[in-house]
């Protein structure tokens, strides 16, 4: 008899993932559970490997630091998905802006002009960050069976955020006030990010992420016409690129803040499974999302911190609104530093019973 | 023939006031219009009187300067409402936490723990902020009688946020944290601020505001059990303070980034008219929010700051989703100091016609 063949026998393993049984439609009770930066500080053996890693770009790009803290949440907790290590800004990096971290400050990016930033080629963005495939492969080898990897990348409207004001900022007024008195030239930047992000998913799932997440950090504060042309259509962009090279992967869409454009952001991108923020109202999303389009979220970070009742009640108010649909336990943002790590064991007995 | 007594000479004026006739559920086209923030450093005016108040609390409380810098915008553009020029932190300092601003970074408080923020008593606070009534008259004397006088004050929860992190901050994550890990203590601190608040409100009634205005800024990243217990329950508590004490000036609330959560705020808190966020779906307000509640907003002060086409299409666009409403054309969060001036003007002129 012929032994079962290695794409068969992928395909068996991957049945039993049950990240990738949820986002195929099906519901799970208990739900599968990963956290946003749940390799992260809050662990002490993160802070161990971070402390031989000077330059955060560069912790980034090793692939054997960035497997191993990948790999750190796993070991510990039995997630049911493993997301990759790495940052948002590495697209920016790869096109030849500047970028760094300041200690206790966040990132800072070389200062350079719309017109000059929009001039920025994606050619090339994804080969330089080869290091991030490899990673994902090492992971894979690292994990169990059942264990999901995902890989990830900022959306082009959030990078673009960073890349125009230099650094985090309170309101991305730049950005925003850029948008609206130059649409051409943030346009032109948009879908270059857009083709480099693809391009950088695309060889993410041939390296073995087995999901693709789309983080849109900064979906908070845009007027219709704005959303529409910065979050939505670039977005779309992205998910049409993916899918014509092939790829299958199920994408996750994150428009952090987006209130009730989340529903035309469901509508309208192409992803397959939306990720809420703890500031959306629960009630409202369930009963205008798409009831059949795979839901993750969205616990508050700080009731983690808080833990107790607290906790409990708000893992069972969630578990209880989202019951009978594909859902995915996960924060509404990452964790934060200060989170105890037995608060996310307790956050894991809660949902697993 | 006897004279027309005071308090009808005072009632026919103001049925003149084209922002009270809208909050009392007419609708008007084109519609009242006044900017958050309108009193502010984008007007050079301003700069030149700001530059002889070295401290920003004692400008605050300086009525003389205070009521100059609230006529200014109106003298230059002839706004439907003037605000009383003051800060939210004007209660925390009343309270007792020492309040002060750091030259370009903002508010600084205090730091005391929540029990000891929590033991701050709002008995007298509206007293120590005397100086703001007397503002109010001096304004008042010096409007044109069409124009519509604002008081206001920050929502408890809101002031809190600072009162707590002891500064701005990106997620009020100190606040949140406490309000799941303490919610006793969180929840007095709050029902003090909110009899406080109500105090004050009742005084800038008594002193010639025709309209009270209660800031929510930080109404974004809240799950449905927080928002109801910190935003909703206090504001409700205001409302029928004020109520309590005989005041019918109508009340707006501005609960920014509530997202969802707007619908409930509109229903539950007991507020007349709404003030809408740049960042809500405009489409989704108008079908969700009380058809019969007057709602203000909510032009993205990064739109003012580009102007030409993209200002012009953005005003028609607010002004065709609210015709037939009873809508206040207003920023959808205060203006930025780097806008251009002319741009208020022209903003005005599109308006107007």
Redo the contacts between chains.
């Keep these: 008899m012929a032994e079962t063949p290695e794409v068969l026998r992928r395909t068996m393993k991957m049945a039993k993932r049950p990240l990738l049984q949820v986002l195929a439609g099906e519901t799970l009770s208990p739900p599968p559970v990963w956290l946003m930066r749940q390799a992260g500080r809050y662990l002490p053996e993160y802070r161990a490997v971070r402390a031989t890693q000077p330059d955060f770009i560069a912790f980034c790009l090793n692939p054997e630091a960035a497997a191993e803290v990948t790999l750190q949440p796993i070991r510990r907790y039995g997630f049911d998905a493993s997301i990759v290590f790495a940052d948002i800004l590495l697209i920016p990096h790869a096109m030849g802006q500047k970028v760094w971290f300041e200690k206790g400050e966040g990132p800072r990016l070389a200062s350079l002009s719309l017109q000059d930033l929009a001039k920025l080629s994606p050619e090339g963005a994804a080969d330089r960050l080869s290091p991030v495939c490899e990673t994902l492969k090492r992971v894979r080898a690292g994990l169990p069976d059942a264990c999901t990897l995902i890989g990830f990348a900022g959306a082009p409207w959030t990078v673009a955020t960073y890349m125009i004001e230099g650094a985090?900022s309170?309101?991305r007024?730049k950005a925003?006030?850029a948008?609206?008195?130059d649409?051409a030239t943030m346009d032109r930047l948009l879908a270059n990010l857009a083709d480099a992000t693809a391009d950088y998913l695309i060889a993410q799932a041939h390296a073995g992420a087995d999901v693709l997440k789309i983080f849109e950090s900064w979906a908070?504060?845009?007027?219709?016409?704005?959303?529409d042309r910065v979050v939505i259509a670039p977005t779309r962009r992205i998910v049409e690129r993916v899918r014509a090279a092939g790829i299958t992967a199920p994408i996750i869409g994150f428009p952090k803040?987006?209130?009730?454009?989340y529903v035309?952001y469901a509508q309208e991108t192409g992803i397959t499974a939306i990720a809420t923020?703890?500031?959306?109202?629960?009630?409202?999303?369930v009963a205008?999302l798409p009831a059949s389009m795979p839901v993750q979220g969205?616990l508050?970070p700080?009731?983690l911190?808080?833990?107790?009742k607290?906790?409990e009640?708000?893992v069972r108010?969630l578990l209880d609104a989202w019951a009978g649909r594909p859902y995915v336990f996960n924060l509404?943002?990452g964790i934060?530093p200060d989170v105890p790590p037995e608060n996310v064991g307790a956050l894991l007995a809660h949902i697993r019973g």
């Design positions: 985090g309170k309101d007024w925003r006030s948008a609206w008195s649409p908070e504060g845009l007027p219709a016409p704005l959303f803040g987006a209130g009730p454009h035309h923020d703890h500031g959306l109202d629960t009630g409202w999303a205008n969205q508050d700080a009731v911190k808080a833990g107790g607290a906790l009640s708000e108010r509404g943002h934060n």
